[in-house]
Structure formats: structure tokens, C-alpha cells
């Protein structure tokens, strides 16, 4: 199934699961039939008004088009704000909607490329002003169609627009404008990289799991020893609270912040001067902790985060009572202020979610709503909580950026790789802060395809495109800074979502969804902007259904792709459908290449067929054992064949991890990433995609070829990292885009 992946008209693939969040799967209707025996088509009038708000009518699953029925249009306008119930509603609303558009003078916000001049259509009497973001004006000469110069500045800035009509009054519109790189820079050189669970790499020092101490050592001895370039991680963000707690990275409660749980005690700074009987009781808490690290070493345990965290936090508490010193108080005061009200309003929902539980739908009514005077007098009430949970985002703050400093000084051209979620837990911090802009009642999935009937839905809230555009897609933009500001490289989790995003009315299965369009100049722009100013490269993972055009646009922007290798067909070739292996010359330049992903089997298990069994014995399969497991077979003879082909591979050979990264080694790919528990043979993966307690998803230590958890410090004392560092390009020299100047 997975060989389809890449295919140009391919319809979504497991993977497609955004990254591994866990799909909400519904009985739906088969490949290609209507959504629903009982949804009719839309009417045209209403089909013209989904059209204006950009709501897709149909999709094309692979095998043609199918229509979206009539109650999910309603409900998809229904969540973006637009009333159309019943027939004559819709004729209103779309009245409404072309007045107010015949009404503006300006656009809802304005995207700019440097170096390009914009086409700018306003009357010809209108007065133009651009305020600039470091305080000065462009006065911009008159004319009936007016074009924004080509070197305006980078930057976000608002466009200003007064018009005087004889015997009318004067009108006056003004209208954010944001200027973008017209493309982000590369990273230098060709390197290579560990793809890495944190989690999951515990050292002799951790608590129970991996830590940002834990990843300092990891990208130090893997840069200084192996000449690794890059080390790209699993989301950081902040987790729903609760228990037990939701393991999987990609469904967090807050995308804009990290969670304490990943913080290292004895890294703040604070430890070092606790007074003696919080000092004893640190010690304790240690001890407590070795215990946890020992279970998952020792006894084959699974990582327990809720364990870990109690003992954690408890010790986080006593280093918050230590007095800090002037300077770094004021440099917390600095990063306070720096972070602004985005921090305060995550730090009272932590603080509330922990009176209340973490579901801000089910808090007393007047808590449900940021800026209201109930919540003012519950931060007043719960100022040292608040207070508490300020301080672990700064703490978070600085061990992130610690552990980015010390990649870049151990040699690593590019360093982190941060990966940032397509979404965030509906009933989390994030969405309880940006209702305003997040679609109510909507999930985001993927729609019914040859290889589910059934589509899939994440459960997670969308950003709402109308109301993303009136703020100048400011959240969006400040998520992305708080995602580049440690980070090399960011890796935007499902790309293909900045151009379109499947929706799923809240109750309907996922075959009831449709796609809702973005606009993809400004996503793209803002986000070059962002990474430009943090001097970061941009990954996009761009696995699954993928529109025509949206790779080249992707690649245009200087933006890289994302290659796993056994999805790389040759399409246009003899072997079928299915496709022979891509030439390792045909390989595009502008990505980063990978055997496998957090979501697909370790490249130990797909050798020895071992997922198709784990898969089987799950009652995961859709097709008799053997059906798969000829499949399975088929696709490592065709890699073989090629490897031995292109001279990877003596005749004979078994198919080895070490021919395959010698395959990727022959791409030009700009980064190619090893899967880090390849370095040890470790057969697990780490997420099973369409299992929830059936496998541990999440909570494995990276673990030998026999399922022997090993620490960091077993890892690079281990042969295989060095052998397979041995195959891989050599690391550019050291150095990053420099950030640019001007104001944030």
C-alpha cells in the first residue's frame, strides 16, 4: 500500500495521518460512491456561495470525482461564520458577501514578495501610505492602478488607504502588508542527520525518559563523532494534562510552547543554591526517578511520562522557591515580556486546567473565554500558579535554546530540526486562547481514498482562513517564531495543509468532509518570512495526496520535500502499477531522504517482514497474511534488484540498512535523515498508526535488535552508528543563514 504514496494521482495513504496522530475512524462509503444515499449534490446557489468562502464541492479521491453533499457545505459555512440553513439564507448570504466585497477598498490583509512589484487595484484617487514596522512612511504616488514597489523592506507593516469622492465623506481603510523573501535559503552543502524520538534516547542521567540535557549530549557526540549535521525531533509540545496523559507528540495542547516535561532538574541553573532541606528532598526525587529510568532499562518498561512528571514537577516547585539572583530575574522579566500576552493566557489555562481538569468546554461558563472578568479574578486567585507556569516555559526556554547552542558548536551545520504539529488538542491551551481564529466544531482529517474507504479524521480544530486573514495571520506567524527561534530547520508537519486542509464536521465520519481552501501566498510568505528572520531552513512533509503544482511551488519557495525510500516509484515505468524503484539520479535535490518515519516499520522489521506479522497479529491487515507477505517480498526483491543494479548490492547479497543508506547516499538529496534506533537494529516502531492501546505508541525506549533497551551512552559506544556514518555525505561546513536585522 505504501508504495503509492508518491504516486502524482495518488490518493492518501495511512501516512497520511498527520504525522501520528491517531485517526477517528466511521463506517463511510465505499471509493468513488456519494458521500451519503441521502445527500444530493449541493444546489448551485449554494455550491456558488462555498465557492466565495473557499469550500471545495467535490474532492477526487484517485478513481474520480465525488460531490460533497449538501449538510456538509452548510456545515462547513456554518463554522466559518455564514448562515446557509436554508434556501433563502444562502441567497443572503451570498448578497451579503459580494456587498462587502464591492464595499472594501482593500483586501483583508496584503502579502508582498521582495523584489517583485504588487499589482494593487484601487480608484485612482485613493491615497496610499505604507507605516512601516520600524516607524517610518512610504508615501505612495497616485494612480488608477497602483503597484507596491519592488523594495519595500521585509517585514510586517500596514498599508493605509484615505479616499475623498466629491460630495461623499472621506473614506479610510487600512489593511496589514507583510513582505516576504521571494525564496528561504538552503542549507549549505549536503549533509546528514539522526532522526530522533527524545523520549525515547535515555541516558544514565534522565529521569525516566529523554531529556533536553539528554539532547545536548545526543547532537554533540553525534556532530563531534560522527559528523552529523542535523538532529531532527519529534514535536516538543506542550501535552493535555491528565491521567493518564496522551502520549502522542502530534496532539498536544499547546504547539506555542514546549512541555516541562522534557526539562532536565539539575540544568536549572537554581539547583545549585536550594537550601539544604530542599536540597535532601531534590535528592530524594532522584533516587525516585533512577528508580522509573531502571524499570524501562532493565525490566522492559514502557516510558511513563506520568510518572515521570509527578516527580518532576514536585522538584520543579522546590527550584521555583529558590531566590534568583538580579540578573536573572531580569532575565526573566525579559523573556516575560518578550513572549507577551500569548504566555500570560497559556499560563492561566495551565493554571486553571489544573483546578478544573483540562477540558476548558466543561470549566464554569464565565472561565470558557479568555479576557473575561471571571477569568481576571481567577488569574488574580491563582497568581502563583499562573506565576509557576510562566517560569517552566522560561526554564523550557532557555535548556531549548542550550541544547541548539551546543549542535552548533559541536560542529552541526544545521543543528535542530523542531517539527511543528498540523494542530493542537481542541480541548487545549491553544484552543481555549485562539477560539477566534479556529474553526468551532470542525476536525481536520483526510478524506475516503483506495486505501480507506472510511477517510480518517485527527481531531483537531482548523485555523479559520476568514479570520486567520483580518488578524494579518499574527498566531499563525507567532507560532512559527516560537517554533525557529532554537531551531536550524523547522519541519512542518502535512505541508500540503498551508494550501488546503480536509474538514470534518464535529459528528459526521470523515467520508462526510471536504476540503477548505487557505490562502497559500500569504501561509507561504508568512512562514518565509519567520524563517528568514530566525535564519532556520523550512522541511515540509509533503507524504500522501498532493495537489499538481504544490511540490514545485514548495520547491520554488526553497522549501525541501520529504523522500522515504520505499515510496519512491518510477511511475512512467514498465512494472505496472505498482511501479519500479526510482533511479537514485531522479531523486529530487530539495529534500530530506529517509528510510522510514516515526509512523512506518524500522527498517529491521520491513528487512525481516516482521511489521507485516506485528501488523497481522493486531488484525491490522486488510487482505490475507500471505497476500501481505508476498507483497512485502516483492517490494525488497525490486530494491534489491536495483541496488544490485546500480552496483550497491554483490549479486546474491542480502538487502542490508547498510546498502539502502548507501542508496540514499547516491540521491542528491540535500539531507539525508537516519532513523537513530537503526543504529541498533531496534525492530519496533514507534507509533502503529490504527492502534491506540493495542500498542504502545510513544512510550518505547530505543531498544537493540533482541528489544534491549539501550541508554545514550550504550548507543554511542555501539559499532552500528559509526559503520552507517561511515556511508553518508560528509557535513558542510559549519555555519547557518545569519538572522536578519529590524524588528521582530
Not at 236 to 243: K, N, R, V
Not at 476 to 502: K, P, Q, T
Not at 672 to 697: A, C
Not at 708 to 728: K, M, N, R, S
Request: charged share 20%.
Amino acid at each position: 500500500m505504501a508504495a503509492y504514496l508518491n504516486r502524482p494521482d495518488a490518493a492518501t495513504s495511512p501516512t497520511d495521518a498527520s504525522s501520528g496522530v491517531e485517526p477517528t475512524t466511521a463506517p463511510g462509503t465505499a471509493l468513488g460512491a456519494p458521500p451519503a444515499e441521502d445527500a444530493p449534490p449541493a444546489p448551485a446557489p449554494l455550491a456558488a456561495l462555498a465557492h466565495a468562502h473557499g469550500v471545495d464541492t467535490s474532492y477526487d479521491p484517485g478513481a474520480g470525482p465525488v460531490p460533497v453533499s449538501a449538510h456538509t457545505l452548510v456545515a462547513v459555512l456554518g463554522a466559518l461564520g455564514v448562515d446557509a440553513s436554508t434556501p433563502q439564507a444562502v441567497e443572503r448570504a451570498l448578497a451579503e458577501h459580494r456587498a462587502r466585497a464591492a464595499a472594501r477598498l482593500l483586501p483583508l490583509c496584503l502579502v508582498a514578495r521582495a523584489g517583485r512589484r504588487t499589482a494593487l487595484d484601487v480608484p485612482a484617487e485613493a491615497r496610499l501610505t505604507i507605516a512601516l514596522e520600524d516607524g517610518t512612511d512610504w508615501q505612495l504616488p497616485p494612480g488608477r492602478s497602483h503597484w507596491l514597489p519592488a523594495d519595500l523592506p521585509l517585514g510586517r507593516h500596514t498599508l493605509h488607504l484615505r479616499l475623498a469622492e466629491p460630495g461623499q465623506d472621506e473614506r479610510a481603510e487600512s489593511a496589514p502588508l507583510i513582505v516576504a523573501p521571494d525564496r528561504l535559503t538552503a542549507p549549505a552543502g549536503r549533509g546528514w542527520g539522526f532522526l530522533a524520538q527524545l523520549y525515547s534516547v535515555l541516558s544514565e542521567r534522565s529521569w525516566g525518559m529523554g531529556d533536553l540535557a539528554d539532547l545536548a549530549e545526543l547532537a554533540q557526540w553525534s556532530a563531534g563523532a560522527l559528523g552529523a549535521g542535523f538532529l531532527q525531533l519529534n514535536p516538543l509540545h506542550a501535552a493535555l494534562p491528565g491521567t493518564p496523559s496522551d502520549p502522542s507528540p502530534y496532539r498536544p495542547s499547546s504547539r506555542r510552547f514546549a512541555d516541562p516535561v522534557h526539562l532536565r532538574v539539575e540544568a536549572v541553573p537554581e539547583y545549585a543554591y536550594a537550601a539544604p532541606e530542599a536540597r535532601e528532598r531534590l535528592h530524594t526525587l532522584a533516587r525516585q526517578a533512577e528508580r522509573l529510568r531502571q524499570e524501562v532499562l532493565q525490566h522492559d518498561g514502557l516510558i511513563d511520562r506520568d510518572a515521570v512528571w509527578s516527580l518532576k514537577r514536585e522538584a520543579l516547585h522546590l527550584l521555583h522557591a529558590v531566590p534568583r539572583g538580579p540578573g536573572r530575574t531580569e532575565a526573566y522579566r525579559a523573556y516575560v515580556r518578550r513572549e507577551g500576552d500569548w504566555l500570560e493566557q497559556y499560563a492561566t489555562w495551565c493554571a486553571l486546567a489544573e483546578q478544573h481538569g483540562g477540558d476548558w468546554h466543561q470549566w464554569p461558563k464565565g472561565l470558557r473565554r479568555p479576557g473575561t472578568p471571571q477569568v481576571a479574578a481567577a488569574r488574580a486567585e491563582l497568581a502563583d500558579a499562573v506565576e509557576f507556569h510562566r517560569w517552566l516555559a522560561w526554564q523550557l526556554d532557555e535548556q531549548l535554546g542550550a541544547a541548539q547552542r551546543a549542535a552548533e558548536q559541536a560542529g552541526m551545520a544545521v543543528g535542530l530540526i523542531h517539527d511543528l504539529a498540523v494542530g493542537a488538542h481542541p480541548d487545549g491551551a491553544d484552543a481555549w486562547v485562539h477560539q477566534d481564529v479556529l474553526a468551532a466544531g470542525i476536525s481536520v482529517g483526510a478524506p475516503p481514498d483506495a486505501f480507506n474507504a472510511h477517510g480518517q479524521d485527527w481531531g483537531l480544530p482548523p485555523w479559520r482562513p476568514d479570520a486567520l486573514a483580518a488578524t494579518g495571520y499574527a498566531p499563525y506567524a507567532e507560532l512559527l517564531r516560537s517554533a525557529a527561534r532554537h531551531a536550524g530547520a523547522i519541519r512542518i508537519d502535512h505541508v500540503m495543509g498551508l494550501f488546503r486542509l480536509w474538514w470534518v464536521p464535529e459528528g459526521r465520519p470523515p467520508t462526510e468532509g471536504t476540503y477548505v481552501r487557505y490562502d497559500a501566498e500569504a501561509m507561504l510568505g508568512v512562514l518565509a518570512l519567520e524563517a528568514h528572520r530566525a535564519g532556520t531552513a523550512v522541511i515540509g512533509e509533503d507524504l500522501g495526496t498532493v495537489e499538481p503544482g504544490v511540490r514545485e511551488e514548495l520547491a520554488a519557495r526553497g522549501i525541501l520535500g520529504t523522500s522515504v525510500l520505499w515510496f519512491e516509484r518510477d511511475w512512467a515505468g514498465d512494472a505496472g502499477d505498482k511501479g519500479s524503484p526510482l533511479p537514485p539520479e531522479r531523486w529530487r535535490a530539495a529534500c530530506l531522504a529517509t528510510l522510514t518515519t516515526h509512523d512506518l516499520p524500522s527498517t529491521a522489521a520491513r528487512l525481516s517482514g516482521e511489521h507485516v506479522e506485528l501488523r497481522h497479529q493486531l488484525g491490522l491487515l486488510a487482505r490475507p497474511l500471505a497476500d501481505e507477505q508476498a507483497e512485502a517480498a516483492a517490494e525488497l526483491a525490486d530494491w534489491r534488484a536495483e541496488l544490485t543494479r546500480i552496483g550497491l548490492l554483490a549479486p546474491g547479497a542480502p538487502l542490508d540498512p547498510a546498502a539502502l543508506y548507501r542508496f540514499l547516499e547516491a540521491t542528491p538529496a540535500k539531507l539525508v535523515g537516519v532513523w537513530l534506533p537503526d543504529t541498533v537494529g531496534d525492530p519496533r516502531p514507534q507509533n502503529l498508526p490504527g492502534t491506540w492501546d493495542q500498542y504502545p505508541n510513544w512510550r518505547l525506549p530505543v531498544a537493540d535488535a533482541a528489544g534491549t533497551p539501550v541508554t545514550l551512552e550504550q548507543l554511542a559506544a555501539a559499532p552500528g552508528a559509526l559503520a552507517l556514518a561511515a556511508l553518508l555525505p560528509s557535513p558542510p561546513a559549519p555555519g547557518r543563514p545569519t538572522p536578519a536585522s529590524g524588528p521582530r
